[in-house]
Nanobody, 127 residues
């Protein structure tokens, strides 16, 4: 079965950095590859798109994280990363990896209607 497994979450102080990883496995073959991304959900808040990337490394990100977070991928390893710098307490959330098959784009990924989701990894930023 398809699986997305996040890792790299943890607790950091404001201003610190974390890198999240998402390893995808057993995704059905897609001749055009997959688009992948990250969402997050903080307590009492709705899930929000953070950043997304397509197979050719086109990216998009939420305005709240532009300049601080960078999404990247290693297609050979079926892994997507989220480098988070200058973390703020409001970044505290469970971060979810997501993937969608083509036709897709970073914008469609950030719309949230994706085929595959991970279980999430907790990121806690203390003030």
């Amino acid at each position: 079965q398809a699986q997305l497994v996040e890792s790299g979450g943890g607790s950091v102080q404001a201003g610190g950095s974390l890198t999240l990883s998402c390893a995808a496995s057993r995704l059905p073959y897609s001749s055009s590859g997959y688009c992948m991304g990250w969402f997050r959900q903080a307590p009492g808040q709705e899930r929000e798109g953070v950043a997304a990337i397509d197979y050719d490394d086109t990216t998009d990100a939420a305005e709240s994280v532009k300049g601080r977070f960078t999404i990247s991928q290693d297609n050979a390893k079926n892994t997507v990363y989220l480098q988070m710098n200058s973390l703020k307490p409001e970044d505290t959330a469970v971060y979810y990896c997501t993937a969608d098959a083509f036709p897709c784009s970073p914008k469609t990924v950030l719309a949230g209607l994706n085929r595959y989701w991970g279980q999430g990894t907790q990121v806690t930023v203390s003030s």
